[in-house]
């Protein structure tokens, strides 16, 4: 307010309440003699009955103030003067609010969400159940924000509620305060971890991260409160339902990532270059139905060269045709322009996608020397900050590293992708829990060899588990290799 004061030709509002805009433009181009608008309103501009806002105002009402309350009626401030100085404290109504009945004895009527009011909004828990409540009661602000809750604390519903929404919903900024923390919270991450690295949750609601899921898990957690043998709150598997809803391509393709049975039957399924076969099996297999199950609309969790490589692995015919497609520019330029003739048995969507790319610098990075990063730790640690500096680090030595897979026993999951090289380098830490979890939360499929692996069923090609020497004490990492063989490494105490 000082600064608005002192500084009057701003063009910035005072408060949710008066538009310096509508209020000069209705002096019609009078001076206020170097007074601030509000100010230049409180003294003369009310008293000539000059509004302080365009249109009738979503949080404030000065003729329903002034004819509520015979006190403003009789005082010389101005109703909206009034209010805020004296009325807004004492918790006066700036508008109407129409009666709320209710029929006890209809269903529907219980049913329906009701946001709680602005004023009880005191705490985090509070705010997630108003913004559930809200969401659900308002198809309009569920159409203007699509992604409310899953753009998160700098999304546009986020960013809405914090300025214009606070103004029409009528929220104080001890209110705002609680909602601020339950975007940046983010509730349902939570569920949405266990669905990701707890197994029996994964068999039990395999398509928990889709809309086709909601319903089972809905009806697991009503019948006894918990989750995997953990409680969980009902607010925040509201608040997860909602984000799937949201972003229902991304939780299949989500959901193929972290489904082994998936990645066998279709090795390059979130490809362009499979995409299509594995969302016809999907829709045949499950039932599923939406316009979030057309392959078209998934996102591409890899890069260009990246399915490009994984779609080489699993067909027979192209290594056949192309044994080493990558040792070189000028190799991985030939395969380019191969993959564009009928000999390649591309489809109609993939020979699209394939003409839309830069053939150069595809082939620049095809033929870029790498390896694969596997990471596994339960905790933060040195060695967990050194796996993502060399992801990071790499590619500044013209080097490709995979993007690093990292999780947490009970923290965050992330499987940011794989990149399909000939050399591997598995950075893991031994878990501080008695029996600690092999990496086998991620089924790297994409390393497999062109022949496939010869581990045993279950296995995945780089992945491990530490295991504790009962004679010398020592952890060592176990893992499969491509040959098939068990191999122990990096021994430590």
């Known amino acids: 307010m000082l600064d608005y004061l002192r500084h009057p030709q701003g063009t910035r509002d005072p408060n949710p309440f008066f538009s310096n805009r509508a209020y000069l433009a209705a002096l019609g181009g009078r001076d206020t003699g170097g007074l601030a608008p509000l100010v230049h309103y409180l003294e003369q501009g009310a008293a000539e009955g000059l509004p302080a806002f365009d249109v009738a105002h979503p949080a404030f009402d000065a003729v329903y103030y002034a004819g509520v309350y015979p006190d403003v009626r009789a005082s010389d401030l101005p109703p909206l003067a009034h209010f805020l100085r004296i009325g807004l404290a004492e918790g006066r109504y700036p508008k109407a609010r129409p009666p709320s009945p209710i029929d006890l004895f209809d269903d529907a ?60 919903l009528g929220l104080s ?88 049975v998936w990645q066998r039957l279709f090795p390059d399924g979130v490809t362009v270059f499979g995409r299509r076969r594995l969302g016809e099996w999907l829709v045949a297999s499950f039932g599923i139905a939406g316009d979030w199950t057309e392959p078209a609309r998934w996102p591409e969790p890899f890069t260009s060269a990246e399915q490009i490589r994984i779609a080489y692995a699993a067909r027979a015919d192209w290594r056949a045709a192309y044994p080493a497609p990558f040792a070189d520019t000028a190799a991985a330029e030939a395969f380019l322009v191969w993959q564009g003739t009928p000999a390649a048995g591309l489809d109609e969507e993939a020979t699209a996608w394939l003409v839309r790319q830069d053939r150069a610098a595809l082939a620049t990075e ?54 399909l090289m000939s050399a ?56 499969w290799t491509r040959s098939g063989r068990r191999r122990a490494s990096w021994a430590m105490r």
């Open 366 to 419: 095809l033929a870029m020397p790498g390896f694969n990063m596997l990471g596994h730790f339960c905790y933060a640690s040195g060695l967990r900050t050194s796996a993502e500096t060399l992801v990071e680090g790499f590619p500044a030595a013209q080097a490709a590293p995979s993007h690093s897979a990292t999780c947490g026993c009970r923290g965050a999951a992330t499987r940011t992708g794989m990149r």
């Open 109 to 168: 009527a219980i049913a329906a969400p009701v946001p709680a009011p602005p004023e009880r909004i005191t705490d985090e828990a509070e705010a997630v159940r108003f913004l559930i409540a809200l969401l659900r009661a308002r198809p309009d602000l569920r159409q203007r924000f699509p992604d409310a809750l899953s753009a998160g604390a700098e999304g546009a519903f986020a960013v809405w509620l914090a300025k214009e929404g606070a103004v029409e």
């Open 424 to 479: 591997s380098r598995c950075m893991t830490s031994p878990s501080s829990i008695p029996n600690p979890s092999p990496c086998s939360t991620w089924p790297m499929t994409a390393l497999a060899s062109p022949r496939g692996p010869r581990a045993p069923t279950g296995s995945a090609i780089g992945t491990g588990s530490w295991r504790r020497s009962p004679r010398t004490g020592r952890h060592r990492l176990i893992r």
């Open 173 to 260: 900024g001890k209110a705002l305060a609680p909602i601020a923390a339950a975007f940046r919270a983010d509730p349902g991450a939570r569920i949405r971890q266990m669905r990701l690295i707890h197994a029996d949750v994964a068999r039990a609601h395999l398509l928990a991260l889709t809309p086709a899921g909601a319903g089972d898990l809905l009806a697991a957690v009503a019948a006894d409160g918990t989750l995997g043998g953990e409680p969980i709150d009902l607010a925040h598997l509201w608040w997860f339902l909602l984000t799937v809803a949201e972003k229902p391509a991304d939780g299949l393709v989500e959901t193929f990532l972290f489904t082994p």
